[in-house]
């Protein structure tokens, strides 16, 4: 699962897409603040940025290459807000 901040989208497409990372669900109008630095993004006056969330189901050879140019393009724009969550998964149906 991927949130990051809107003005990332392009970056954040991009690297799926040129990663082969086809199957996805995304969430635009996210809104959320990070536990330790960046500021909130409520859609608000105040705080007008929102962000956006992609889960992705990706094999972990793919995944270990993908997170590495996610955590490049935080170190780079790091006050703009990008997490990327990691945890097994297993299909039901």
């Known amino acids: 699962m991927i949130t990051y901040n809107q003005s990332l989208n392009e970056m954040i497409m991009d690297i799926l897409d040129n990663n082969s990372v086809r199957g996805f669900t995304k969430w635009e109008d996210v809104q959320g603040r990070g536990t ?17 969330c ?36 297993y299909q039901g149906v």
């Open 36 to 52: 330790k630095k960046g500021e909130p993004h409520y859609g608000s006056h105040a705080w007008p940025s929102k962000n956006i």
């Open 54 to 89: 992609i889960i992705a189901v990706v094999e972990p050879e793919k995944a270990t290459v993908v997170i590495e140019k996610l955590n490049s393009l935080n170190k780079n724009a790091e006050k703009q807000g990008l997490t990327v969550y990691v945890w097994d998964v």
